[in-house]
């Protein structure tokens, strides 16, 4: 039977929101509430928290999670997540499946990691990346926010913090930001980590450029529900109101 794993990195380095990991939501720590989300989808065997912090490692215990620490060296989320599935030695086979959701995609429910991770299974793509709907204006022109484009058959065509397609001829045009949810099989993952990093993934701070600059595909899920990645502090406060009117919060979380 595939085995699925779920990894979580976190840091309390960022440099756009330092110490965002554990500001408070709704009374509690941000990347407790996206573990909390991703333990609600059933098929995950483990959800492990990935970080350099001892206090990441803290309050992930504390709420009764599993958590490993790593490299405080690590330029990219996936990077950290082979070296989380590295050290456990989780000893995971050709139909097994690594999930990634970042520590900040704080409005991830069941069933976006439910699309993502069937999707793997039955592709078998080197990675497959949930991408939802920007509705706003000022995400779509947000350098904070990456943004992607797809051909129709789902295959990645480019990621950018350009606002993308151009709204210049199409100002009606769909626009979705990629989110840090993500299923990798697991021997990718470790080869991912062995290809050195590319000029546009440099440019765009995006993993997932590295990908399709070697020639590899990037499958794309797209869901229409708007989903908020705390990056700024400015995003703390519509991120809390946006987690108070989901209907998932109310499945872990007691009023």
Partial sequence: MARHVCVIPARMGSSRFPGKPLI??????????????????????????ATCDQEIIDAARTHGFEAVMTSDRHERCTDRVE???????????????VAMVQ?????????????????QVARR???????????????????NTVKVVAAPDGRALYFSRAAIPSRGRAPD??????????????????????LPPTPLEIIESCDMLRLLEHGLTVRIILTET????????????????MLRADPTTSLYLKA
């Fill in 24 to 49: 408070p939501l709704l009374g509690l720590p941000l990347v407790i509430h996206v573990a909390q989300r991703c333990r609600l989808y059933r098929g995950f065997e483990r959800v492990i928290l």
């Fill in 83 to 97: 070296e989380a599935v590295a050290t456990l030695k989780l000893d995971l086979g050709d139909d097994d499946v």
């Fill in 103 to 119: 520590g900040d995609e704080v409005l991830v429910t069941p069933r976006m990691i439910a699309d993502v991770v069937e999707t």
């Fill in 125 to 143: 793509e080197p990675v497959v990346n949930l991408a939802s709907r920007l509705y706003r204006p000022e995400d779509m022109a947000d350098i």
């Fill in 173 to 194: 045009a769909a626009c979705y930001q990629q989110t840090g949810v993500m299923a990798f099989a697991p021997s990718f993952l470790a080869r991912f980590a062995q």
């Fill in 226 to 241: 708007e989903t908020i990645g705390i990056d700024t502090p400015a995003d703390r406060d519509r991120g809390e109101n």
